[in-house]
C-alpha cells in the first residue's frame, strides 16, 4: 500500500489510503459491453481502525460541467484527510485530471497534489470508479488474476492483482444489495489485501470494505447512508 511513514502519521492517512485505493485494471475482457453511466451521489461510511476510535467517512460524487469530482474526506478527535480526485468520462473510459489530498495528526500533516501531465495512470479516486464500472464484466479469477496499476499520492506507481467474486448478498447498515466484490492483494506484500463490495448501479459506490494484514482485519469501511442526487 503506502510506504512506510511514521506508524502515528500512517495512520491517520490509512483511511483513505488503504481503503479508497484506486485500481486500473492491466487486464480486461477484449469487448466489454457498454459499462453503467454514472451518477452523483452522497454518501456516509462508519470508519473502524484497528486502535483507533470509529469515524465517518463522506463520499461525494458530483458532475461540474463535463467533468466528474470524487470527493473523500474522514476526522477524529486527533487526524482528519481528505482526498479530492476530477476526472473525464467517454464512454467507457475515464481520464484522471487532477489529484489532491491532505491528511494531518494533531494539526501536523502534508498536502500532495497531482497534476493531468503527472497522472499517468488512474490515481486512486477516479480508479475507484473506474474498477467498480467495470467488475461485473470482469473475467478475473483466483486462479487467473488480473494485473492492476495505481498512483499513490505522491504518484508512485502501485501494482497489484485482483480477482472477482460471483455476485452476493451483502447487508450493510444503509440496506441490503445484491452486489459484485473484488479481492485486491499487494504484489510486494502478499499477506495483505482488499475486500471491496461495489453498488452495481451507482458507480465509485462502496458497499463494504476491509482490509486485511497478517491474516487480521485491519480496517473496516461500512455505508451507512446512501442519499442519491
Known amino acids: 500500500m503506502l510506504k512506510p511513514v511514521p506508524s502515528r502519521r500512517r495512520a491517520a492517512c490509512l483511511a483513505l489510503a488503504c481503503l479508497t485505493m484506486g485500481v486500473t485494471a492491466a487486464s480486461t475482457a477484449a469487448q466489454t459491453p ?3 453511466a454514472p451518477r452523483p451521489f452522497e454518501a456516509s461510511y462508519r470508519l473502524e481502525i484497528r486502535g483507533w476510535p470509529g469515524a465517518t467517512v463522506r463520499h461525494t460524487l458530483s458532475q461540474e ?4 469530482l470524487s470527493s473523500m474526506r474522514f476526522s477524529i478527535a486527533v487526524a482528519k484527510g481528505e482526498e479530492r480526485s476530477r476526472f473525464a ?3 467507457n473510459d475515464t481520464r484522471a485530471l487532477l489529484y489532491s489530498s491532505s491528511y494531518s495528526l494533531l494539526g501536523v500533516g502534508d498536502d500532495y497534489t497531482l497534476g493531468e501531465a503527472e497522472l499517468t495512470a488512474l490515481d ?3 480508479a475507484l470508479f473506474d ?4 467488475v461485473e464484466h470482469s473475467e478475473c479469477t483466483e486462479r487467473a488474476p488480473c494485473d492492476i496499476t495505481f ?7 502501485e501494482h ?3 480477482y472477482v467474486h460471483p455476485d452476493a448478498i451483502v447487508s450493510v447498515p444503509a440496506g441490503e444489495f445484491q452486489a459484485p466484490s473484488v479481492t485486491l492483494t499487494d504484489v510486494e506484500k502478499p499477506d495483505r489485501h482488499i475486500d471491496i463490495s461495489f453498488h452495481p448501479q451507482w458507480p465509485g459506490l462502496i458497499l463494504s470494505a476491509e482490509y486485511i494484514k497478517d491474516g487480521r482485519r485491519d480496517t473496516t469501511l461500512t ?3 446512501f442519499a442519491p442526487q
Open 34 to 36: 457498454e459499462l453503467v
Open 65 to 68: 460541467g463535463l467533468h466528474w
Open 89 to 91: 468520462v467517454e464512454g
Open 124 to 126: 486512486r479516486q477516479t
Open 131 to 134: 474498477l467498480s464500472r467495470r
Open 151 to 157: 498512483l499513490d499520492h505522491r504518484g508512485r506507481d
Open 160 to 162: 497489484f492483482q485482483y
Open 223 to 225: 455505508l451507512t447512508r
